[in-house]
């Protein structure tokens, strides 16, 4: 597979992107990943970089970016965080990626079973995770409601998914650059759960 290059990203708009992401995950999950030269990409990105797009993941050991989408050596952006939250550090780093780099598509990408959420569900505190997981509450509040009962496993991986929207939110709302990017068509801010079972990226 080709290394990214400024006229490969340029070419791309951020729908392409996210269908190359698509497919790169389809390969993923059957198991029959591209045939790349990760040394050569090494070379060739030593002069510069151009990724398509910009992963905000979690830390999760279990949801590589990279290997998930099943791309190379200076194809995206990987910002990694416990619970996948926005803060004034991750959207520094995005609007990087994308209104200096040049990258089409933002992509928050949650996953199942994610410690971070199920500590936020768990009301947690400790140290300095305390702070970080008070930005997952939010997302927590909205599927809890007025229920006051411990959440069953269901409603732990609905928090999941409310997260990722909220973070999307958060991005527009936080971030006029990067609402004014997606605004003129120049990138599109998605979100997706990653299933730590399967494999299986599911856009949401």
Known sequence: MRTQTKEIQQSLTPSKVKQILVDGNQRFVQNKRGDRDLKKQVNE???????????????????????????????????RVAGNIVNEDILGSIEYGCKVAGSKLVVVLGHTKCGAVAAACQNVELGNITALLSKIKPAVDAVRGDNSEKMDEASVEQVAVKNVQISISNIRKESPILAEMEEAGEIEIVGAIYSVSSGQVEFI
């Open 45 to 79: 990105t030593s002069t510069g970089q151009f990724p398509m797009a910009v992963v905000l993941g979690c830390i999760d050991s279990r949801v590589p970016a990279e290997l998930v989408f099943d791309r190379g050596i200076g194809d995206i952006f990987n910002a």
